[in-house]
């Protein structure tokens, strides 16, 4: 069987297997988001926009925790940011692999329901596409 990945960005590409995360040490959520990425080696930057993201995302939701809510909570605020902020596409990729982050690799919570979550699309980006 043979397996053809193109150069554009849409392309398929196969999953590693998922890895096993120790526990984490911290109790608060902000935290314990600030330990996954450091575990995990993500960038300063990326930590910064995460946290940030999932902030805004508990404030929109009025300071509910996260593990009590799932995709129509995620599908609001990702539609209140394109629709009511109007943000680019870009910025609306990173908010929401922040929050798929957060489900994840944080709360480690399967996401059945990521699928049918929008993903905004960037046209003539790519001429394949």
Not at 53 to 69: D, E, L, T
Request: some cysteine; overall charge positive.
């Amino acid at each position: 069987m043979s397996v053809t990945f193109s150069t554009c960005r849409t392309a398929v590409r196969p999953r590693p297997a998922p890895q096993r995360l120790p526990a984490l040490q911290s109790t608060r959520l902000l935290d314990q988001v600030r330990e996954r990425i450091r575990l995990l080696h993500y960038s300063r930057r990326t930590e910064e926009a995460y946290v940030h993201w999932i902030r805004a995302f508990v404030r929109f939701h009025g300071i509910r925790h996260p593990a009590q809510m799932g995709g129509p909570e995620v599908e609001g605020f990702l539609g209140w940011l394109a629709s009511e902020r109007s943000v680019s596409a870009s910025t609306h990729r990173q908010a929401l692999s922040a929050l798929i982050f957060l489900y994840a690799k944080v709360l480690q919570i399967e996401l059945p329901w990521l699928s049918d979550v929008g993903r905004p699309r960037v046209h003539g980006a790519c001429r394949w596409c």
